[in-house]
Nanobody
């Protein structure tokens, strides 16, 4: 089976920076788009950014100027660099990836369990 594991969540002061990571492992044949979502307390899941295998990105308009998404295909990893953080960025950040395994006929979405980012003084 495939696992996605996020890491790097932490407590950070307003104005600070933080990078969260997501690494996929398992019987992976190919990873298509990789996406970061986040969910603030009491709110709906929100799209942050998505990145294709060749590096094309899709962004939430409000976050594009502060965050950077990247991926390392050799490591089955996707990263989200967050700058100028505010308390409103406090959320659980989730990794999603469309993955084809060596067994499956079609690619399917997989989710990590999330990593907590807390922005507070």
């Amino acid at each position: 089976q495939v696992q996605l594991v996020e890491s790097g969540g932490d407590l950070v002061q307003p104005g600070g920076s933080l990078t969260v990571s997501c690494v996929a492992s398992g019987t992976i044949s190919r990873i298509h788009d990789m996406t970061w979502y986040r969910q603030a307390p009491g709110k709906q899941l929100e799209l942050v950014a998505s990145i294709s295998p060749n590096g094309e990105t899709t962004w939430a308009d409000s976050l594009k100027d502060r965050f950077t998404i990247s991926r390392d295909n050799a490591k089955n990893a996707v990263y989200l660099q967050m700058n100028s953080l505010t308390p409103e960025d406090t959320a659980v950040y989730y990794c999603n990836a469309i993955i084809r395994t060596w067994i499956s006929e079609r690619a399917a979405p997989y989710w990590g369990r999330g990593t907590q980012v807390t922005v507070s003084s």
